[in-house]
């Protein structure tokens, strides 16, 4: 038999452990967004065992710059945390083959060894066709935009990244100053991941790889004067 | 808790999940302690059940290699006939043609990760028999898509191919109408390891013979698939060589690519007629430099592949061998809708896949 006094006290301690579950759920969410939002300012140092990860290609390490050495189709080196959300990345990029493409991904997840096989957005130089393409992967690729660089593709390029929220933008500027940008929204947009480098048919460098939180302010200035291109990924309205 | 014989009443809420939220506080009502213990357990496990989710049935769908113009086609093909069954796939294939190893530890990929059908374009005949042979014995089903592997179909295996008889005989009508019927070719990229290449390349002579006897073979060069510098090199032999070839035929899309390469290095004066097999150069047909490209019909592999398997998971009967037709892509039919849905990359909301 249970008197009043007694289920008084279970009263009691479970009004407790339900306060305590509570308090461990908010801490536990609040462990969940620490560092999520993105990462602190700085440079990506280029040394391989400074948490970079390899899906594919041949990647070394040589002084400031980092080299993938191979012209597999495809491979990519990724870092960082699949927890940040606003963020960009920035880096100069040179393509050292005749026929292929290199660049940044931002948001990454799922990768594996294979072509477009993450998922994450990724703009890059190609040199075939000398343009600028941004876009994204699923394990399938979504191509977004594609720029003609003048006069063409060749020396060092710099890519800056930049996701806020459902946007993304990204321009590429050659070494006389001359920019190419691009602004998209995806209503369906990957929300985070990790950042990478990414070539295609093409041995590539990438230098002074660096990173940062991202902000309204930063998104508006590398956007000014543009409007984006809204991303139509419904499937019934593409899959026609 | 004098809500819940309401929230009871009017939702049926079970018994077991009323207990879950009961308090003994209403009165004294004698209680096990043990029978509590149960309780909490059962609403603990009603809450993990809760949190589980279905993992939605998932085919892997494995070309030889993927973003090319021909295994993009048949990744829509693949990927729209999933969604309208409600499936999903997964898509990754060696990042070259000719990785054996590679693909065959995406098929251990499928075995690990439990997806419920594979579709697969081997990359050799003879090598991928076994371990097609190891997800047969655990009843997953297996669509073999662009070679016949010569196991025999059963109940958990099929075939959907391209239809290589009909595309050598292609082959043969486009050479005899190019050359009017005469004149001496070589034929390329003949790949022993690969059934369909045999065929293909069986099936054109024979009709080539049949059709235009004054049109002779001058050169047959047999190779492999791995490599185009290789067949460029090989084609560069037949391009020097005397007296010269009227046309090249080009059995695979990497010997296509590779005389494309070596009619371009020859230089202007090439007046040899390429005719190639597997769409993947399209921009030199446009400019005349290759005459034509007898191209899968890929996304109809794809959807068929699909349909296929979850016919066979559903426990229907699947026919044993499908043949697709190939078409005849040339500048005159390049920009048609129905030939350019077997070579374009059409858009697809691939995280729906």
Redesign the interface.
Known sequence: ????RT??R??LW?LFAITLSAASIFLWMRLQTVGSRGPALQFVSPSLSNGWVPF?GDWKSQGKTILNDSE????KMMNGSLKWKNYFIEADIKLLGPYGDAGLIIRSSGE??????Y?GYFAGIRNMDNSFIFG???????QYIVKRIFPGVRGWYHIKLLAYGCSLAASVTNETGLIVRSYVNDP?C?HEGRFGLKSYDTSAEWRNVRIGPSTLNQLQKLTRGMTPAVVN???NE??S | MRWLPRLRKSFLVPDLLSDCFSTHAEGAVPRDRSRTLLIWSGCLALLALGGCHQTPPTIAVIPRTCATPLWEPFHVGAARAAHKNGWHIYWNAPTQVNDVEGQIRFLNLALERHYRGVVIAPDESLVFRTPIRRLLERHIPVVVVDDDLKLPPNPDLSYVLNDEVIGGQTAARRVNAVLHGKGAIAVLGINPQLESIVTRDQSFEQALAHEAPRIHIAVRKFGDDSSVLHQQQIAESVLHSDPQVDAIVALSASATRGAYYAKINYGENSKVILIGFDQDLIPPIRSGEIDSIIIQNTPEIGRVAIDDIVACENGKKVPPRVLVAPALLTRENLDAVWTKQMWHYARFPWSEQ
Do not use: C, K, Q
Not at chain 1, 72 to 75: A, M, Q, V
Not at chain 1, 112 to 117: A, I, N, P
Not at chain 1, 136 to 142: H, L, Q, V
């Open positions: 038999m249970i008197t009043a289920a008084r279970y009263a479970s594919g597999d189709r495809g491979p594996e060894r294979g072509v477009d096989s998922h994204r992967a699923d394990f399938g690729w979504d369906h990957i990924s419904n499937l593409v899959d």
